[in-house]
């Protein structure tokens, strides 16, 4: 019995240890982000490498449209999520369908401008949202992304089909997160030359990606705001992981 109790207490400890690091990582990047000073565009094309960049974002090759709103701008994550009862009451929200829209955009400080390539970024942009309760009349922009994504069902109507006063059907939300032009942004990512990045007044050869750091990453605030945002991220998990451990060790006493 006291073998298995050890056992318990060694993988809880483990299990404990690993959610901590997860969490330690992201707290740690935070610190890096709130304590680094962003490098001036002008000056980062005379040292390439992993770059912490602060600016406005603005158009390079056109905006795309908005699925869900119609707004023009340069980056939009969207999802379209669906409501799902739980056992304890409580509603979890489904993904039926997300994706990506927008390519390249340029970022500009005061000194210059150069290009961002935000594919395979983890992006932290704000959140717009419509939710639309079962059976309600779609608005003809989320109609026809309904009727042109087969991933998607429509819930109009479904109040319709009832039973003794049960709504059959569930509430949606399309969500969309955006990267406006002339909004702040803050980009951590690698810096390479690249001839054709730039050519007019004003921008620089390089181009910004992910290629050559862990962490490539695109908000759309500034460098505190990010660092905060990637406090949030980590601090349950660093608290979690403290717990578990503390929970093994008393199992072990």
């Given at each position: ?81 669906e409501a799902e009862t739980?056992?304890?009451g409580g509603v979890h ?131 505190r705001g990010v660092a ?26």
């Open positions: 019995m006291v073998a298995i109790t050890l056992v318990g207490a060694a993988l809880l400890a483990l299990v404990g240890l690993a959610v901590f690091a997860l969490g330690a990582r992201e707290l740690w990047f935070a610190t890096r982000i709130y304590r680094g000073e962003p490098t001036a565009i002008a000056d980062v094309v005379n040292d390439p490498g992993p770059a912490e960049l602060q600016g406005t974002a603005q158009s390079d090759e056109g905006t795309v449209e908005s699925p869900f709103s119609g707004a023009d701008c340069l980056l939009c994550e969207w999802e379209v999520q739980t056992g304890e929200w489904k993904t039926l369908d997300q994706g990506l829209r927008g390519g390249p955009f340029r970022l500009t400080d005061e000194t210059a401008s150069c290009r961002i390539e935000p594919a395979g970024s983890v992006r932290h942009l704000d959140e717009h949202d419509v939710k639309v309760p079962a059976g309600t009349e779609l608005p003809d922009r989320l109609r026809a992304f309904v009727a042109s994504n087969p991933n998607v069902d429509s819930q109009e109507g479904a109040a319709d089909a009832t039973f003794a006063g049960i709504n059959l059907g569930e509430e949606q939300r399309f969500v969309e997160r955006r990267l406006d032009p002339g909004e702040d942004c803050y980009v951590y990512g690698y810096a390479h030359y690249d001839p054709a990045a730039g050519s007019r007044a004003g921008e620089v050869n390089v181009r910004v990606d992910g290629d050559g750091v862990r962490r490539f990453l695109v908000a759309d605030s500034r460098e905060w945002e990637q406090v949030k991220i980590g601090i349950l998990p660093t608290v979690l992981g403290l717990v578990f451990v503390g929970a093994a060790i008393a199992l072990a006493l």
